[in-house]
Structure formats: structure tokens, C-alpha cells
């Protein structure tokens, strides 16, 4: 309850400072200059964005226990010049230490076995340019993030796969470095209620939450 209650006070915190932020609108100008020159070579609104894709990998934000997760996230989002929320697909596999995201025991060292997460959800992102109170750059937005999950857990030392319903929770600082690309760094809570209930008398029940930081690559059409 307190991580959950954690989190809802950040994303309350984060949407907040989104909302008050300059929103990348539907007539927003993105510029590209030359990077020797300083000239600019051609500019483009985003309304031309219709949808994107992004592939990421990620690793432990810690940097002492990187190698205890290895993550990779796919989105699709699809961008509307009427609203300043978009909707996305949000699909994910995760491979982490078990000890790192649950409070799972049993005959085994819990922190060497991994288990593997599958995530696929939908929910909603929105852009904006607060990242230039920090820095100013035509051609740097930033993006919060929040998705409803369907998550399975499986691992070699588990009986049977677990499975159960969570939510991620993320933000991205984007480079939109040509017309139809862009690259980013992208941050995500993950928080999931798991069990195995194929067994109704010893049903197992756990908390999965664990954090990711990674690369991305987007394509935008």
C-alpha cells in the first residue's frame, strides 16, 4: 500500500507539472539546423504526426545491480491533433532477479534465479516542452506516460507461471534528431498483483514492482 501510495502521489505530482507545462501543440514548430553551419535546413509541425513506434532496452536505474534487469519495451502511440493525449499500445518483456522485484521465498537463492515478465497494456501519453525551463532546444520534448496491464510471471523455479493485472507508470526525454525519428531515454515503474491459483488451497500471491531505465529509438509516421 505505501508504494502504491507513493506512486499515485508521483504521477498526481507529474501531472500536475505536465498540465501547467507548454503542451507540444498541434501547430508546434520542430526545426532542424545543420549541425556545422547552425543553419536551418527545414522545420515541420508535429501535426503532421499521426502514430509512432518506439523499441527500448533497459537495465537497472541502480548502478551497482545494473545486470539484475534486462528489459525490452515496445510502444505504439497514436497521436490526435485534437487532443493533447494520446493513446498507446504498450507491450514489454522483462528478465529480473526475483529478489529485486518480489518477496518471493522458497528452495532457492532468490537473489540469483530470475523470472521473466510479459506486459501487455493500453493507456494514455502526453507531450510537452517542459524540458525547455532546463534547456532550450527546437528539438527536444519530453513524455509521461500511464498504461493498464495484463503481466504473467514465469521462472525454472516456479511450479506454475503466475499471472495478474498491474500498471506502468513512466516519463521520456526525447530528441527528435530528422522529421521521421527520434531518440530518448525512458524511465518506467512497474507495479503488478500476481498469483497462481491453479492450486485453490495453497494459492500463492505476490507484489511485483521493480524500475526500469533505458534507450529508446522511435520511428514517427
Known amino acids: 500500500m505505501k508504494k502504491l501510495a507513493k506512486l499515485i ?6 501531472t500536475t507539472t505536465q498540465l501547467r507545462a507548454e503542451v507540444v501543440t498541434p501547430d508546434q514548430l520542430l526545426s532542424m539546423h545543420n549541425a556545422e553551419t547552425g543553419i536551418k535546413e527545414y522545420e515541420y509541425n508535429v501535426k503532421d504526426d499521426n502514430w509512432s513506434i518506439d523499441l527500448s532496452y533497459g537495465l537497472s536505474p541502480n548502478l551497482m545491480k545494473a545486470g539484475d534487469l534486462s528489459a525490452f519495451r515496445g510502444q505504439v502511440t497514436f497521436y490526435s491533433p485534437d487532443s493533447q493525449m494520446s493513446w498507446i499500445g504498450y507491450a514489454a518483456q522483462t528478465s529480473i532477479v526475483i529478489s529485486q522485484a518480489t518477496d518471493l521465498t522458497g528452495n532457492y537463492d532468490a537473489d540469483t534465479e530470475t523470472m521473466t515478465l510479459m506486459e501487455l497494456g493500453i493507456g494514455l501519453a502526453r507531450r510537452s516542452v517542459l524540458i525547455k525551463d532546463f534547456y532550450n532546444s527546437p528539438n527536444i ?3 509521461i506516460n500511464f ?5 504473467s510471471a514465469d521462472s525454472d523455479i516456479l511450479e506454475n507461471k503466475m499471472a495478474g493485472y498491474g500498471m506502468v507508470a513512466g516519463y521520456g526525454l526525447f530528441w527528435r534528431n530528422s522529421k521521421s525519428t527520434h531518440w530518448g531515454l525512458r524511465m518506467d515503474y512497474h507495479l503488478s498483483s500476481l498469483e497462481d491459483s491453479t492450486d485453490e488451497q495453497n494459492e500463492i500471491e505476490a507484489t511485483a514492482s521493480w524500475v526500469s531505465l533505458g534507450l529508446t529509438f522511435g520511428l514517427i509516421f
Open 9 to 14: 502521489l508521483t504521477l498526481t505530482t507529474l
Open 141 to 143: 520534448y519530453d513524455e
Open 147 to 151: 498504461a493498464g496491464t495484463y503481466v
